[in-house]
Nanobody, 120 residues
Framework: QVQLVESGGGLVQPGGSLRLSCVAS????????MGWYRQAPGKQRELVAAITSGGSTNYADSVKGRFTISRDNAKNTVYLQMNSLKPEDSAVYYC??????????????WGQGTQVTVSS
């Protein structure tokens, strides 16, 4: 069994910064790609950023140059540093991890979601 716990969301003014964290625990053999998604009211969930086990990253065009994804493999943790936040970044943010457990096949796990609200 694998559990993901997210933290770091909140209310911030436009132009401000937040740092999201997602920690995985449980029977983990390896974590492959780690990603952050977001879903605003009335919209589909979209990929924000992802990072492979080798450290390659990709970002949604809307966040390039403002957001940075990183990972700490020793801590089974993925981060999303969000700078220069805009009101349109407001959404529930979810982490997604491709986890290979000690026993069993690789599976995509989702965090519980953390609310980010950008407003003055």
């Amino acid at each position: 069994q694998v559990q993901l716990v997210e933290s770091g969301g909140g209310l911030v003014q436009p132009g401000g910064s937040l740092r999201l964290s997602c920690v995985a625990s449980g029977s983990i053999f390896r974590i492959n790609t780690m990603g952050w998604y977001r879903q605003a009211p009335g919209k589909q969930r979209e990929l924000v950023a992802a990072i492979t086990s080798g450290g390659s990253t990709n970002y949604a065009d809307s966040v390039k140059g403002r957001f940075t994804i990183s990972r700490d493999n020793a801590k089974n943790t993925v981060y999303l540093q969000m700078n220069s936040l805009k009101p349109e970044d407001s959404a529930v943010y979810y982490c997604n991890l491709q986890v290979r457990p000690v026993v069993g096949r690789e599976y995509n796990y989702w965090g519980q979601g953390t609310q980010v609200t950008v407003s003055s």
